[in-house]
């Protein structure tokens, strides 16, 4: 299976992120926890959500995206954000890319929302978001269908 990075950037809710590790534990990607956490690691909903599943999800905390993308210098970030116009499916993910998504209530900071590589899932107008864990899955699963499993 092709490996996809997912970097969340001071996510906000722990069900969300112990959600998330799961699927990256089943799906083979590396987990960057980027910036300040919403709350620990250790929280009971983040560990419940993420089961029996946490030994095998790689997490790496990294303190900004601009150490993150200084770290892959040759990766390509795709940041997922409902001010895009240009579709997730729209862009050929490839292996060692990473796809980031902001914290809940507010989204990546507007200088990631307005590069070429920001991309959108779409919703039907008037909506404001979809979940994070369900906005990562369907990102995430993107790029596997892209390359095969």
Not at 25 to 35: E, K, P, Q, R, S
Not at 82 to 100: H, I, N, P, R
Not at 113 to 132: C, E, F, H, Y
Not at 134 to 144: F, L, P, R
């Amino acid at each position: 299976m092709p490996k996809i990075n997912v970097a969340l950037y001071e996510p906000e809710i722990p069900q969300n992120t112990g959600n998330i590790a799961r699927l990256c534990a089943c799906c083979g990607a590396d987990l960057y926890l980027v910036g300040k956490l919403g709350f620990a690691l250790t929280d009971k909903y983040t560990k419940r959500a993420g089961l029996d599943y946490w030994d095998s999800v790689n997490i790496k905390r990294v303190n900004s995206l601009e150490e993150l993308q200084e770290k892959f210098p040759q990766a390509n970030f795709y940041y997922l954000t409902t001010k895009s116009k240009k579709l997730y499916t729209d862009v050929e993910y490839k292996e060692g890319d990473f796809v980031v998504f902001g914290p809940e209530s507010r989204g990546l900071p507007q200088e990631y929302v307005t590069r070429d590589t920001a991309v959108t899932i779409p919703m039907i107008k008037g909506q404001r978001s979809l979940n994070l864990s369900n906005s990562v899955a369907i990102t995430v699963y993107e790029a596997i269908r892209q390359n095969g499993i």
